[in-house]
């Protein structure tokens, strides 16, 4: 193979480690693990983000009938109370309906399984932060993430082009086409209908995601305008490709979209007072 092959291979790799470790690390990745109760081992798995309408079904495979569950759930960053449940059975399952939020709303939620006198909490430390969000269909979904991987691994390539120097002028071209379909058409759009809002990054939020995205498309514009202008545009690629990957380690969903129940609540007493 010759060697722009070998680095497309590479970058290949580069980009699937970068988007399966920003997702695993992420505060929406499932968590999961297991708990001793009675010399029995109970395996679990719980979610933290619930797409589309409906509550959301939390279940525990406890194949002990005589194991029993309480969830407690509260609403996130708030001074509610936390509100127990008792887990219905179903077979070999311990199972519970979190109330649906409204878009961008989050709560806190524990499990307790007791077994006569002895008792575990899942997770055994702190508790579980469930995101909720609108339904994206599918036909815009996959879009999104086909152009935004893309970005990804062209922006790895073009990065790598330097052990080439033959194409920094298109690879950084289609970089930026990418990163603009993905980023700035499709992802707001995403963004509308999972949250309610085009764009929660900067100037107008904080979210994290739209944040990195925009800080790589300022590196890649800039890049894009040395290939074009400067006689030694390569420091520019390569400092954009660089930042780019190191922006989509960090985790997806940090700082993320977030519903203010205080202000929820006081529009809906500002509703009931009219």
């Avoid at 498309?217 to 190191?246: N, Q």
Wanted: with cysteine; proline share 4%; net charge neutral.
């Amino acid at each position: 193979m010759n060697k722009s092959v070998w680095l497309w291979i590479i970058a290949f790799i580069l980009t699937v480690f970068t988007a399966a470790y920003q997702r695993i690390t992420g505060p929406t990745y499932p968590l999961s693990g297991n708990v001793k109760l009675d010399e029995q081992i109970i395996e679990y798995k719980l979610d933290r983000t619930h797409g589309g309408e409906g509550d959301h079904q939390i279940e525990i495979r406890a194949m002990d009938k005589s194991i029993c569950g309480e969830l407690y759930w509260k609403r996130f960053k708030t001074n509610d109370e936390w509100t127990s449940f008792e887990m219905e059975r179903k077979d070999e399952k311990l199972i519970f309906y979190l109330p649906h939020q409204p878009p961008a709303g989050k709560l806190l939620y524990k499990i307790i399984l007791q077994k006569d006198d002895e008792v575990v909490k899942l997770p055994e430390e702190g508790e579980i932060v469930i995101r909720f969000k609108g339904a994206v269909p599918i036909f815009i979904l996959i879009p999104h993430i086909i152009f935004i991987f893309a970005a990804m691994l062209l922006s790895a390539r073009t990065g790598l082009e330097y052990f080439n120097k033959k194409k920094f002028k298109t690879l950084t071209i289609l970089t930026v086409i990418f990163l603009i379909i993905g980023g700035f058409i499709l992802g707001p759009i995403v963004q509308k209908y999972a949250f309610g809002e085009f764009w929660t990054g900067f100037p107008f939020g904080h979210d994290l995601t739209d944040n990195k995205v925009l800080i790589a498309f300022i590196f890649w514009f800039a890049a894009l305008i040395a290939v074009f202008k400067s006689k030694r545009p390569v420091k520019f690629v390569i400092i954009a490709s660089v930042v780019t990957f190191i922006i989509f380690l960090i985790p997806h969903s940090l700082l993320g979209s977030e519903l203010d129940y205080s202000e929820l609540d006081k529009n809906k007493i500002e509703l009931n007072t009219e």
